[in-house]
């Protein structure tokens, strides 16, 4: 009896699990490469000075456990590469991580002399260890504890924009973080593995995701999101989200404007909100809060409700490029 209650049980939870993986298997995502205003406004800004940040931090790398051994091991280790809390390294690192970042986004014109705005500020780090333990009664004799390393890596950047008169265009404030573990059966071999790369080079990549950061706060950028089509029951469905998940957005328009006129509300309400993705892919914003609002109107859907307050946000965010961008043509050399 408990044997077949057992393999029945097993039975329903495979079936189940191939439904649920099998459901997943069919949702069609796109990505679009959405343009985005930066959250402080530069005004008429078009070429930008930097000056090098200032740093401080701090390195506690073994603040947990307080083993003094342990501590002065990994000291040691990063002497010389990352010795004082004011480091040079940082400092140039930073400055030429930012200007690179700036570079690349394209919108502003790095300035070595006289220049509409300049960029200042400081640089904050901290590193922290902790050391856990936890028994595995599972394990080989002798290996019976798992030891675990976790390093917490920060990086905040304070900043400040002021004009060529040194008034304040804005300042604000940005962070990144990211945690690095390493587990093994004995403290020794945590450690070892801890060593292999120095401090300062996990520094510099979260002071680096910092400077990106910093980037989408001043100037305009794009950002790589993600959409997931609607669907029914029908061939056309199928076919046109598998089109437009290989990039073949004409072919995909064709079979949802088929499906417009279907005799099945679902298909028709998948065929409008997908023609409205490729609105919004399309820069058409209008026409797709159009489409996302006729959706909701129809379905009451919550989700489709955050489709139409996205697409409204993100006019509001074209306005506001466009009024800079007069503002920046209008303060150009003639």
């Known amino acids: 009896m408990n044997t077949k209650n057992t393999t029945t049980t097993l039975l329903k939870a495979t079936l189940l699990a191939v439904l649920f993986f099998g459901l997943g298997g069919c949702t069609s995502v796109v990505k679009l490469n959405v343009k985005h ?47 004082a809390p004011s480091d040079v390294s940082v400092q140039e690192n930073q400055y030429s991580s930012l200007v690179d970042a700036l570079v690349r986004n394209g919108y502003y014109k790095i300035s070595t002399g006289e220049a509409d705005a300049k960029l200042s500020g400081h640089v904050e780090y901290r590193v922290n260890d902790s050391l856990s333990s936890q028994e595995n009664k599972k394990a080989e004799e002798g290996k019976r504890m798992t030891y675990t390393l976790t390093r917490t890596v920060e990086a905040t950047l304070n900043f400040l924009v002021t004009d060529k008169h040194g008034m304040v265009l804005g300042n604000s404030q940005v962070q990144h973080s990211s945690e690095k573990k390493w587990t093994d059966d004995t403290e020794a071999e945590v450690r070892k593995r801890a060593q292999q790369l120095s401090v300062s080079s996990y520094v510099m990549d979260e002071v680096a995701a910092a400077n990106e950061l910093l980037v989408k706060k001043i100037a305009p950028h794009f950002v790589m999101e993600s959409r997931v089509l609607e669907e029914c029951d029908s061939d056309q469905s199928k076919k046109g989200n598998k089109a437009a998940e290989n990039g073949d957005w004409l072919v995909a328009v064709s079979h949802w404007q088929s499906m417009s006129s279907s005799g099945d509300a679902k298909c028709r309400h998948a065929a ?30 919550a989700k489709f409700s955050a489709d139409v307050e996205r697409i409204r946000q993100r006019m509001r965010e074209e306005e506001r490029m466009k009024q800079n961008e007069a503002k920046r043509q209008q303060a150009a050399p003639r």
């Open 37 to 83: 205003a930066p959250e402080m406004d530069m005004g008429a800004t078009r070429t930008l000075s930097l000056t090098r940040f200032t740093v401080s931090g701090q390195v506690n790398l073994d603040a947990a456990n307080d083993r003094d051994a342990w501590s002065s091991l990994l000291k040691n280790a990063v002497v010389g590469s990352f010795a």
């Open 272 to 301: 409008e909100y997908n023609l409205g993705v490729f609105d919004e892919s399309e820069g058409r914003l209008g026409e797709a809060l159009m489409r996302f609002e006729n959706v909701f109107a129809f379905t009451h859907n």
